[in-house]
Nanobody
């Protein structure tokens, strides 16, 4: 059964760091485009980072480039999102999602086969 489970969210002060994890079943992980999305109250869900688990290629949204790093651990079928220099505007529910293909519109939440339940990130002083 295809499955994604996020963890690692929490509350942090501005400038702090968090690492999110997205644990996947094997069929949801191998040679898949795995993306991290976020959704703040009243806003649309937006993609922030992507990794293609087949070769490790990554893509980032401009809003997080240089602050967030997406990575993978093939032994654990897990994708991570390391978030540094967090800002209040990073506050959102964070989701991971997977599909077989990436494409230029990866940051739009359409066409993904599997979604996790989400993990809350709050950045506040």
């Amino acid at each position: 059964q295809a499955q994604l489970v996020e963890s690692g969210g929490g509350s942090v002060q501005p400038g702090g760091s968090l690492r999110l994890s997205c644990a996947a079943s094997a069929d949801t992980y191998n040679n898949k485009c795995v993306s991290w999305f976020r959704q703040a109250p009243g806003k649309e869900r937006e993609g922030v980072a992507l990794i293609y688990t087949g070769n490790g290629d990554t893509v980032y949204a401009d809003s997080v480039k240089g602050r967030f790093t997406i990575s993978q651990d093939n032994a654990k079928n897990t994708v991570y999102l390391q978030m540094n220099s967090l800002k209040p505007e990073d506050t959102a529910m964070y989701y991971c999602a997977a599909r077989a293909w990436c494409g230029s519109r990866w940051a739009q939440p359409y066409g993904y086969d599997t979604w996790g339940q989400g993990t809350q990130v709050t950045v506040s002083s």
